[in-house]
């Protein structure tokens, strides 16, 4: 009963925000939850996150599939003070999300805490659902440092 209760919250706090990614997947979870043989969420639990990196990387990459970013922007892009700072911190970025997994995975407890603060984030400050593996990054540096 407790996950319908969040779950509702959280499907609540996004209609609210008007953000329709939080929405229809706390909704949808609620659905996959009704399924009997528990089957289907038990996959999106172990699945999910990396189909969601999948999906959101394809949706970075399309821009090139589509010829909208050519090798010459890519070029210009490393004469520039700000496109060389791009690259560097995004790598500085997948390095994070690459520490945040492995924080995941390890303590999975932890991810209550990330969950309730990306949800503010998202609810009150237009934020977008991708924070919790780069929370989990951040806080997985610091947690290095608490040791």
Same mark, same amino acid.
């Given at each position: 009963?407790?996950a319908?209760? *969040?779950?509702?919250? &959280?499907?609540?706090? $996004?209609? #609210?925000?008007?953000? !329709?990614?939080?929405?229809v997947?706390?909704?949808v @979870?609620?659905?996959?939850?009704?399924?009997?043989s528990?089957?289907?969420?038990?996959w999106?639990?172990?699945?999910?996150?990396? *189909?969601?990196?999948? &999906?959101?990387?394809? $949706?970075v #990459?399309?821009?090139? !599939?589509?010829?909208?970013?050519t090798?010459?922007? @890519?070029?210009?892009?490393?004469q520039?003070?700000?496109?060389?700072?791009?690259?560097?911190?995004?790598?500085?970025?997948?390095?994070?999300?690459?520490?945040?997994?492995?924080?995941?995975?390890?303590?999975?407890?932890?991810?209550?805490?990330?969950l309730?603060?990306?949800?503010?984030g998202?609810?009150?400050?237009?934020?977008?659902?991708?924070?919790?593996?780069?929370?989990?990054?951040?806080l997985?540096?610091?947690?290095?440092w608490?040791?």
């Amino acid at each position: 009963m407790d996950a319908y209760i *969040i779950l509702g919250a &959280v499907a609540l706090l $996004g209609f #609210l925000s008007k953000n !329709a990614t939080v929405w229809v997947a706390a909704v949808v @979870l609620m659905i996959v939850k009704v399924v009997p043989s528990g089957s289907l969420l038990t996959w999106t639990n172990q699945y999910g996150l990396k *189909i969601g990196i999948t &999906v959101l990387t394809i $949706g970075v #990459l399309a821009p090139i !599939a589509l010829g909208k970013i050519t090798l010459a922007d @890519l070029w210009l892009t490393s004469q520039s003070m700000i496109g060389i700072f791009a690259v560097a911190v995004g790598i500085f970025v997948a390095y994070l999300g690459g520490r945040g997994t492995g924080l995941l995975t390890s303590e999975p407890h932890i991810v209550t805490g990330l969950l309730a603060g990306t949800i503010v984030g998202v609810a009150l400050f237009r934020g977008v659902p991708v924070g919790p593996l780069i929370a989990a990054g951040i806080l997985a540096l610091f947690a290095d440092w608490m040791k």
